[in-house]
């Protein structure tokens, strides 16, 4: 099992004179379930493509197994893509789909059938071989593209926002369904998202990208615990995120006063990390949510908006109501400037 | 109960405008007598068939056909590609290139044909057919770049970098995955590009010269000379081919989708 799969050196990207990727250096292992995360413009669909061999790089390399791919063609590079829109020839059978690429290579009859009817099997299609793809659903659709990227047997698969055109409950269906085939075929999958939650619970390893750039790498409890920047946590979940001063933390409106113990940087919190109902600070309701085992408030405070969320079966407030809140040390996560970020312990 | 009653005279004036003279010079064709003239002197059907005898309608109508079918086919060779690099590519000038390339539409055919005349054919030395050949590719050229520019737009080109990543190269992209899905775009662009071809008059009417006619040039110059009924039959039956082509198109690819 190699630790440099697929390698990313040095590699820049641009779209004309627009430049998307100013250099980027990544480490892919063999066999795993990688995300790219990140905002849309972030990059992260731009390098898949150029993994992929659809655009080529301006500077930098590409490896794969061992071999140099920078300037091999994207029909020689043994990738598989699944895209977003699934990119299914329409004017084929879900099994002509299939064996669209093996016939490419000159493959004789018999072994093209077994194999595509292996590579139906596999994504549950079997029994709608002979429809076209207009005739079958979102999911199946999405399924058949997969399967007619795996019959390849590609050494990496690229996925471009596997989950996002499925509902709710496709969605959990599908992600059960794609590491399933990650465990049984061992193929290296990278997998690019703009969805936090779906890269959380989909992937090995998360490579967060902002304009261009890795902010973090890392496994999902890394990211999720442990964000090494205020743009990483606030993509985690943080959403209250203050500046420390002396004489307490700064907000986008005001401060507020208090002992923070913090030097210097920043403090997050968690909106479930706030208390209402109780505490030193005073704020008003603005907004309030229901949503199911919990309530979701917005505060606002002097220094600024407070999210905060609260069980189900605590008291309610209502819009207009003047409430006080806390935002504990203990529980908030500090994010020193130039420095690893720690969980404030009190 | 008057506004009812005033659509449906605009609509029947409308239909009388148009169908109107179709009927006239069917019936027209079905004279008996020696002279075109509505109403008809009794009826026959002689006139139909004499148009099928006549040495000169033979010839012409083949010329036109002749035109028609390879003038267009040139005209999608040309324009598909046209039509794929300006739907695909960013390339330079894409814009000019569209409006260059629709030209032939906007300019009036009688400037198109004396430019060709003047220009091409009086210069160069080109042959009469050849000077009508390229003439009829270059005025079929925008409907072909036109219709199959509109059916590429409606394809994702997502299916084509699918296809190089599953193995094919760019061609065979073009040719697996692009071509059979807009088929009916230019089986469109060609029914069109015939039936403009074919009943094109004031460019020919340039380029036709001693013995080589398109067959409404060779009916105009018949009708200057002889006045008989025969040329009503010929253009009844014109337009019943015209009406029959672009039926079976309608009824079997949805013509009208691509127009």
Redesign the interface.
């Known amino acids: 099992m190699s630790d440099r799969f697929v390698s990313l050196q040095k590699l820049s990207l641009a779209y004309g004179q627009t430049e998307v990727v100013p250099e980027l250096d990544l480490d892919i292992r063999e066999g795993e379930l990688i995300a790219l995360l990140g905002p849309s413009g972030c990059g992260k669909t731009t390098t898949m493509r150029a993994i992929?061999?659809?655009m080529a790089p301006k500077t930098g390399k590409i490896f794969i197994d061992g071999t140099d791919v920078t300037r091999t063609p994207?029909?020689k590079?043994g990738?598989?893509?699944v895209?977003q829109?699934y990119?299914?020839?329409?004017?084929l059978s879900a099994f002509e789909n299939v064996a669209?690429?093996l016939r490419?290579?000159k493959m004789d009859n018999l072994e093209v059938t077994s194999r595509v009817e292996h590579g139906l099997n596999t994504v549950g299609l079997a029994h709608l071989a002979a429809r076209k793809p207009a005739e079958m659903s979102g999911g199946q659709q999405q399924r058949l593209s997969l399967s007619?990227?795996l019959v390849?047997e590609p050494k990496v698969l690229l996925l471009d926002e596997p989950l996002s055109n499925l509902d709710a409950r496709l969605r959990l269906e599908m992600r059960t369904e794609l590491q399933r085939l990650q465990r049984e075929t061992g193929i290296t999958m990278v997998f690019v998202t703009h969805d936090q939650a779906e890269a959380l619970a989909l992937a090995d390893r998360i490579v967060l990208m902002k304009e261009g750039v890795i902010e973090q790498l890392g496994t999902a409890d890394e990211l999720y615990n442990k964000p090494a920047s205020k743009f990483a946590a606030d993509f985690f979940g943080f959403e209250n995120i203050f500046a420390v001063s002396d004489a307490g933390i700064v907000g986008n409106k005001g401060s507020l006063a208090g002992t923070f113990e913090a030097q210097d940087g920043h403090l997050a919190w968690r909106p479930g990390a706030v208390v209402v109902g109780k505490g030193p600070y005073e704020g008003t309701v603005t907004g309030v949510a229901f949503a199911g085992e919990q309530r979701e408030y917005v505060i606002e405070a002097a220094l600024g908006q407070i999210k905060a969320t609260t069980p189900a079966t605590d008291k309610r407030y209502e819009i207009g109501d003047s409430v006080a809140f806390d935002l504990p040390l203990a529980g908030a996560w500090h994010l020193p400037e130039g420095r690893q970020g720690v969980l404030m312990a009190k | 109960m008057t506004s009812k009653w005033t659509s449906r005279l605009i609509i029947g004036l409308t239909l009388t405008f148009l169908i109107g003279p179709f009927l006239i010079i069917i019936l027209a064709g079905m004279s008996a007598g020696d002279f075109l003239a509505f109403p008809p002197d009794g009826l026959s059907l002689k006139w139909y068939i004499k148009v099928f005898t006549v040495e000169s309608f033979q010839k012409s109508f083949a010329l036109s056909m002749f035109l028609a079918v390879f003038g267009t086919l040139t005209a999608l060779v040309l324009g598909v590609p046209a039509a794929y690099a300006i739907s695909r590519y960013d390339i330079p000038f894409g814009e000019t290139i569209k409006t260059v390339v629709a030209a032939p539409i906007i300019v009036p055919g009688i400037i198109v044909g004396l430019a060709l005349l003047r220009y091409l054919v009086i210069p160069l030395g080109f042959t009469v057919t050849l000077a009508l050949f390229l003439a009829h590719t270059a005025l079929v050229l925008p409907y072909a770049v036109r219709v199959v520019l509109s059916s590429l737009n409606n394809l994702e080109s997502d299916m084509e970098e699918a296809a190089v990543l599953l193995g094919c190269s760019r061609v065979g992209a073009f040719t697996r995955v692009v071509l059979p899905n807009i088929q009916g775009g230019v089986l469109a662009a060609f029914i069109l590009g015939f039936v403009t071809s074919f009943n094109q008059v004031p460019v020919s009417l340039f380029l036709s010269g001693p013995g080589v006619r398109t067959l409404p040039i060779d009916m105009l110059s018949y009708m200057e000379i002889t006045f008989d009924p025969s040329v009503a039959a010929l253009s009844a039956l014109l337009a019943f081919l015209s009406v029959v082509i672009v039926f079976v198109a309608e009824k079997f690819l949805g013509f009208s989708r691509y127009v």
């Open positions: 992929a061999g659809l994207a029909n590079r990738i598989g893509l895209f829109s990119a299914l020839f329409p004017h669209f690429g490419l290579k007619r990227s390849m």
